[in-house]
């Protein structure tokens, strides 16, 4: 199925919870609004015409110029059967997008959809600081319930991959920094 169609298919069922579409280059998508994800989420498995049953990975974007974070889950869908002695075939693949803004960076897990959200939505929050409701493995922060950290340790601060992070010198005494004969290394 042609990424036009998946989005047609989604806007005739969503309407303006689809928030934007674009079919140029080589990574065609759609942008959810975060309120409306987790229904579109389970619209896009469940339906037969779609069958997304496949989530490939969610990565995680830092648009500090537009005030924005950004999930992209990609996803393919497949038709076989794990014990079949044919092959998974591709039907179709598809890309959605959400945006939150920096400041309140909220987006609905959909781990209870497709399990192999868990780790990667741990990672967009270590990394970026999106917090994912709702997600399996959450812990209690400042901030309320986000997922475990699942690179940093628990006690790091910031989010490593926000494009305005400040690497730190040291960590529990530790130097981290790689000029080890400069007086005033930097980053």
Not at 29 to 55: G, I, Q, S, Y
Not at 104 to 110: C, E, G, K, L, R
Request: proline content about 9%; overall charge negative.
């Amino acid at each position: 199925m042609a990424p036009e169609e998946i989005a047609k298919i989604l806007k005739d069922k969503f309407g303006d919870k689809i928030t934007a579409a674009n079919f140029e280059g080589a990574h065609p998508h759609v942008t959810v609004a975060a309120d409306a994800w987790h229904d579109v989420a389970e619209f896009l498995k469940t339906d037969d015409r779609l069958n997304f049953n496949t989530l490939r990975c969610i990565s995680a974007v830092d648009a500090p110029d537009d005030d924005e974070l950004v999930a992209v889950y990609d996803f393919y869908a497949a038709d076989g059967t794990a014990i079949s002695q044919d092959l998974w075939t591709k039907r179709h693949e598809f890309c959605v997008k959400i945006k939150v803004p920096r400041g309140d960076p909220h987006i609905p897990t959909v781990a209870d959809i497709w399990p192999t959200a868990d780790w990667h939505e741990r990672e967009g929050y270590d990394m970026l600081g999106i917090i994912f409701d709702g997600h399996p493995d959450s812990v209690d922060g400042p901030e309320g319930p986000h997922p475990r950290r699942i690179l940093c340790p628990d006690d790091w601060v910031g989010y490593p991959l926000r494009k305005d992070y400040v690497f730190p010198m040291e960590y529990h005494g530790i130097p981290a920094v790689t000029e080890y004969e400069q007086t005033r290394p930097t980053h």
